[in-house]
């Protein structure tokens, strides 16, 4: 039996890689700490329906991806978001349109991954807390002390902060890696049983703690009998409240909201909290993914590239071309 390749995190980068090395004809087996897979773009289902609390849309600039896109939205899973946007800067607030194409997953972010993911074996609930090397083969060790394996190679599709920490092995790589910074995100949701009063779907924020809105109801497949908000709070406010409690974060957004708002702010039926501690990186990188191919060590994700959804998707594709190279 062919011995599969170990596959870190169920994100998109992760899946990314997953598909391209399954097509080729190589097995895989994915792991994930999570009970589902998403990553960034998991959605959270609530009271008030199902919340896109970290990805809010895509574009697809790039030719590949743009292709990827279009199958998914033959099949289905994507549609097209067209939301009023609007635009606050210097205490004002002003429609804002344009003409890009901006994607979402539908009827959910999720919907996405978890169709990339299809009949995959994955591990869930599974965070692995080492990487080693034995004779010939890689081992997994995970947090309740299980031993996975064996496995001919390891892709890591982490947040760089956590892929470092499995990089023991691969000290090469895990230099490089630590030297990547993420910042954190806070996401707030909220929502009210009358719908505000403005026409405004979706809003790029400055001067403000926030730095995106956006009427989560709006999107596609999203229907809520309540009016449904999603509020991301800018990289410097996240850092500064990193320990804040969530009533206080819920508190202090919801009162940015009501600032920026060119209406009646009413009381809402509920919200929720969201702390993503690797939401972005700090910089920009264009190295497709790291490896070190000799040990049979693969590294990818958003942060390799642009820090969007489309640069993970890429980077996943990257680490994949990488490791077939190496094998021919
Ligand atoms: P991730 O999605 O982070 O996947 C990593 C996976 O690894 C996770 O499932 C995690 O559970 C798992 N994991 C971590 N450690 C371990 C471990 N030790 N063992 C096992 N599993 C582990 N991008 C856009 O293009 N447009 C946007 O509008 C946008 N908005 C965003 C808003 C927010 C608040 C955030 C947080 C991100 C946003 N992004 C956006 C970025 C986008 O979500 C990411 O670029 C993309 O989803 C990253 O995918 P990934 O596979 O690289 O990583
Ligand atoms: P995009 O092209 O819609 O937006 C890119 C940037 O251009 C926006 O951040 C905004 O500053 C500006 N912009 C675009 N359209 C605008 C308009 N109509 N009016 C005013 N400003 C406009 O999407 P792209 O390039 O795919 O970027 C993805 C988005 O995801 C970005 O907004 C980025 O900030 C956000 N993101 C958020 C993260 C987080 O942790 N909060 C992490 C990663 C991405």
Redesign the pocket.
């Known amino acids: 039996m062919t011995v599969p390749i170990a596959i870190i995190g169920t994100g998109i980068a992760g899946l990314s890689a997953a598909q391209a090395l399954h097509s080729a004809g190589h097995p895989v087996h994915l792991f994930d700490k999570s009970h589902g897979s998403g990553g960034r773009m998991s959605s959270k289902r609530s009271d008030a329906g199902v919340l896109d609390m970290g990805?809010?849309?895509?574009?697809a600039r790039d030719r590949r991806f743009v292709e990827i896109v279009q199958q998914w939205q033959a099949n289905g899973h994507v549609a097209v978001w067209t939301p009023q946007?609007y635009?606050y800067h210097a205490g004002r607030l002003s429609p804002?349109?344009?003409e890009?194409t901006?994607w979402v997953g539908n009827p959910r972010m999720s919907a996405i991954t978890r169709a990339m993911r299809g009949d995959l074996p994955v591990t869930f609930s599974c965070r692995i807390t080492e990487v080693y090397r034995g004779k010939h083969h890689w081992s997994l060790q995970d947090a309740d002390g299980v031993t996975h394996g064996p496995f001919s190679h390891v892709v890591i599709a982490l947040p760089a902060p956590q892929a470092t920490t499995l990089l023991a092995a691969a000290p090469k790589l895990a230099s490089i890696v630590a030297g990547v910074k993420m910042d954190p995100?806070w996401a707030v949701a909220l929502a009210f049983e009358t719908p505000l009063q403005t026409p405004m779907e979706g809003c790029?924020v400055q001067d403000s703690p926030l730095?995106?809105l956006a009427r989560n109801r709006s999107k596609p497949g999203r229907a809520s009998n309540l009016d449904t908000w999603v509020l991301?709070a800018t990289?410097d406010w996240s850092k500064q409240h990193l320990d804040l409690s969530k009533e206080d974060v819920i508190e202090q957004l919801h009162g940015a909201f009501a600032e920026l708002v060119d209406c009646a702010m009413p009381a809402p039926a509920f919200t929720l909290a969201h702390r993503?501690l690797y939401?972005?990186p700090a910089g920009a990188h264009e190295w497709g993914s790291l490896s070190d191919p000799d040990l049979g060590v693969y590294v990818c994700g958003d942060w390799c590239l642009s820090?969007?959804v489309?640069g993970a998707w890429l980077s996943g594709q990257e680490a994949a071309r990488r490791l077939l190279e190496h094998l021919e």
């Not at 990805?55 to 574009?59: G, P, R, V």
């Open positions: 990805a809010q849309y895509f574009t946007l635009n804002s349109p344009d890009q901006r995100t790029f730095d995106w991301h990289s993503w939401a972005r820090g969007r489309e």
